[in-house]
């Protein structure tokens, strides 16, 4: 709490508050994206989890997921990767206890880890 510019500086977010609970989200790649390594093998899916208000990120992130419920105007980002400094961030507004279920949500978090390392994904 004593950093509170960390998701604008370093994530590249811009975070003012959710949609509330209860309302289920569908997370989608975003179409500019679909070739990102982060993404492979990640499908669509849907989330339990209350929607984060990030929009709009900076301008030199790449938005990879986006977010829709019933209670947004418009798709909020849910996933997005920048540089900062010379390192690779990735960040993502999922991650409640049952998105671990999903195994793109899992794919997703394996091809970021990689990433972030200037790695490629080791097959199992």
Do not use: C
Request: glycine residues 10%.
């Amino acid at each position: 709490q004593t950093w509170l510019a960390l998701d604008k500086e370093v994530l590249g977010g811009n975070y003012h508050g959710h949609y509330g609970a209860g309302v289920q989200q569908t997370v989608a790649l975003h179409p500019d994206a679909k070739d990102h390594p982060i993404l492979k093998g990640v499908q669509p899916f849907e989330s339990e989890y209350t929607l984060y208000k990030t929009g709009p990120i900076a301008q030199d992130a790449t938005l990879l997921l986006t977010g829709a419920t019933a209670r947004a105007a418009a798709p909020e980002p849910a996933a997005w990767v920048r540089e900062h400094k010379g390192g690779r961030v990735f960040y993502t507004s999922l991650g409640g206890l049952k998105d671990f279920e999903t195994p793109s949500f899992r794919q997703l978090l394996v091809n970021a880890l990689f990433w972030a390392a200037r790695r490629e994904v080791e097959g199992k």
